[in-house]
């Protein structure tokens, strides 16, 4: 979709984040800031074009599961009744009221290690540090003139993740950034290294540990720690 963006191609980028929405809600956050960036150019027309696109997909989509289900937001309605979103039933919360309570809960929890628990207060660390980057003076004339799109959507989106209301959102936080993974790397280019044996070795590493968050560390590493 950010690909069509970047050669004008407005009505293919529309449908692809449209039908990303019937995945992943969240994917309306593109919509909405391809909608900002045509409003700040004034191509009014062109916004119009976009805002019918989104809803004829959103209404494709609401159509089956309102005539399966008896309602158009069922999938709202489960998310709701499970108990996902806290006893109020809302999917937004106080800012990081969330993510604090889910990380105090991991405190308490009988499996949870303390690199475990590093990885979780990680994620939403570099989130966090990454949507400020992204914002930075010097990048205003440069990056932001360029790839408007994808710094909007990506501070939308990291935005309504500090906000979520979810019980296991410290769990999930890692899974929830995969969208915005090349984002948040690219606003913090300056600070990686550049020789890619440092890099690669990074990555694995990082994969590795994650692997031991769940698999416990002495299955991966060969030894236990502390």
Known sequence: S????????WNLAALLASLSTVVRP??????????????????????ATITLIGLGIGT????????LCGNPFANYALY????????????ITYPFGALISSFLAALHHQNARWYTLTLFAAW??????????????????GCLLRYRPEALFASAYFLFFFLYN????????SRFLIPVLPILVFSLRDWIPKDRRVV?????????LSSASIV???????????
Do not use: C
């Not at 690669?200 to 590795?208: K, M, T, Y």
């Open 124 to 141: 939403p660390t570099l989130a966090l540090l990454s949507a400020t980057m992204i914002w930075r003076p010097r990048n205003r004339q």
């Open 26 to 47: 969240v994917g309306v956050f593109a919509l909405v800031s391809f909608a900002v960036v045509l409003a700040m150019r004034r191509d009014y027309r062109q916004l």
């Open 166 to 173: 979810n019980f296991e959102v410290v769990w999930l936080f």
């Open 200 to 208: 690669w070795g990074a990555a694995v590493l990082s994969a590795l």
């Open 60 to 67: 494709l989509y609401i159509a089956p599961i309102w005539l």
């Open 2 to 9: 950010f690909v069509a963006v970047r050669a004008d191609r």
């Open 80 to 91: 709701q009744a499970g108990g996902d979103w806290g006893p109020h039933g809302l999917p």
């Open 216 to 226: 416990h560390f002495r299955n991966i590493f060969g030894f236990k720690l502390p």
